[in-house]
């Protein structure tokens, strides 16, 4: 079972974000804990009034007032006038979906985070973290789970944030159990316990503890596993803290069933329902009493209950538990009637298939949203370090020269025999210093450039560095199925390392061409230019980046247009850089039209046109395709440098910016015209 605590978004005044928010943020938290606090309240109401109710009759009110709380933040999200409201109503937002809609986790995580770092919250970002942290572990993706764990514990550490860490040490922990790495999930909810019990917070004690029971568990130390698991109920119900004595009784009732005492696990599942605040933590003890059953062999009371897990998590949209409660049921069905167990089976998959495509919607979307605001941020980042180090230098310049001016007057009264060797002296000093001046400038200039690349090659190196890290791991299990001599399992183990060490060689060469890229963008235009028929340097690279393409993808083909004026005179150009900004075209043409064939009727024709005509003093080259075009909104970003349309680890960003400087060093212009769904043109004009 997954049994990850409950974390709603709670903030003291001891450990509010910096700056302190305004009081439209105060009324954001302030809803937060009246919301919290309240549904809690009518909890405990109908323990009191009802006895012995159906658990699912206060649930579903408790579900209720947790949907009118979502509402309400997503109403006050419309209204928010700043970025610190923005932030905290996401991740609260983050928050509230974390564990039943993936979905939803990724739009208002992947939002809470970026904002988080534009404004420098730093609570608020390790929250969205560990939001998208938790929703990545419900799917499975465990790897990426830990990768975002790790960035917020280094965040926790760098601002001495107690508390998250320990959340975050709750749920690596899990991570660890569902990659099987047993001995690291204990030492994490270890850790996690003390830490708790030295902050006083006993509900997250008492979660890191059940925890460990589950641990032990796996690690066959029952006797272990049943002292936390007791341990972890006798606080919960000390601290009468309904949603973790429910829990705790769902992991205490676990344990009992694997030691095959039936009595005692059934007590503690029933145990476990009356305090279940919410359907998530109701859908435990019904799913595991229907597992249990279904292990005695009672088939009928197996069934019963695993209905009502279905209903309870039909109630809060539930995709993860609706597909393990309906392939429960399809196993049950199997032997007793086909017809059931069939349409289970396809109610599971139906669920499943729904549950991938809203996640995969809703991933890509946000990760696309993440990425552009994460490079606008650290462009912006960049370009006020330099606008900054410009003006210090101007400021040092200034200075420098107006203490010579001064000292040159001063000593022009004293020593009027000297002037001219000290005036000489002087202007040789100014001369020295325009020059330091200016290779300043270059440096601040070469730093926002490298502010850029650093951001462009993190992303790979963090995949290289992570599948590395899975490797390593994999390699001692690698060599405990061998010594066990489980041939099966080194195989599965053996494809996995495979897999892994294709995507570290895959974001290698992502990061390879990066580089390659930037080399290219950085080098100056020293070389000659010399007469060049253009006509024939442009038909040269129009075979390259042809033939080039047909060999990365056999399957493409286009019609490639020709219209030289054959009157043409030779023009002078840098050859080499000239067909740089030809091939660079060249491409991007052939990839419009490549991606549009992808979705476009059987009669579309992919077709390249290339031009060249004399007019006036110049010649104009023109690159057209009949391509999907390019969007109105980007149009005017597409000269700079890494913004790109391809998808990510198919290009740089550094083609166009190159190309639009290398033709702006020959004296020319390099302009784009371009229509959605119908092509592009590039011209460049040239000076004869």
Known sequence: MNYLPMVELRMTSGDLPTPFPNRQHVRVIFLNYVMHYFIRGIVFVFLLSCGSVVAQDYISVVDSLNGRYRDSLAYALTRAQDDTTRALLTGALANHYKFDRPDSTFKYGYLSLALSRDIGLAQTEILALHHLELAYTTLGNTSKALQLNLEAHQLSDKNNLRTEKGLLLLTS???????????????????????????????FSAVARSNMGLDYLMLNQPDSALFYAER?????????????????????GSIYAQLG????ALSSFRQAIPTATTSRYLFYPYYSMAELYRDLGNVDSSVYYANESIKIAERSSSYGNLIKAQGLLSGLYENVDIGEALRHSRLALAYKDSLTAMVNTSMTESLVNF????????????KQEYQSNLRRNAFLGSTFTLVVIVALLYFNNRQKQKSKQKIEKAYSQLQSTQSQLIQSEKMASLGELTAGIAHEIQNPLNFVNNFSEVNDELTDELEEEARKGNLEGVLVIAKDI???????????????????????????????????????????????????????????????KTDFDEGLEKVAVVPQDMGRVLLNLITNAFYAVSERKKTAPDDYEPAILFSTKREGDGVLIRVSDNGS???????????QPFFTTKPTGQGTGLGLSLSYDIVKAHGGQLTVSTKEREGTEFVIQLPI
């Open 629 to 639: 075009g390019i969007p109105h909104e980007v149009i005017n970003k597409i000269f």
């Open 261 to 264: 005492r039936t009595e005692l």
């Open 498 to 560: 495979k897999a892994n060490q294709q995507k570290i060689s895959h974001h290698g060469k992502r990061a390879d061409g990066i580089v390659k890229g930037m080399l290219q963008h950085s080098r100056r235009g020293n070389g000659v230019k010399e007469l060049v028929d253009i006509n024939a340097l442009a038909d040269e690279y129009l075979r390259l980046a042809y033939h080039g393409l047909r060999a990365r993808d056999p399957s493409f083909n286009a019609t490639m």
């Open 371 to 382: 990425d552009d605001r994460e490079r606008q941020r650290q462009l912006e980042v960049a």
């Open 232 to 252: 972890a109920c006798a606080d919960a119900q000390e601290l009468n803290e309904f949603w973790v004595l429910s829990l705790t009784n769902s992991t205490l």
């Open 173 to 203: 922990g899990e991570s660890y159990r569902q990659s099987s790495a047993l001995d690291k999930a204990l030492s994490a909810h270890r850790e996690a316990m003390h830490l708790f019990d030295s902050l006083l917070i006993v509900e």
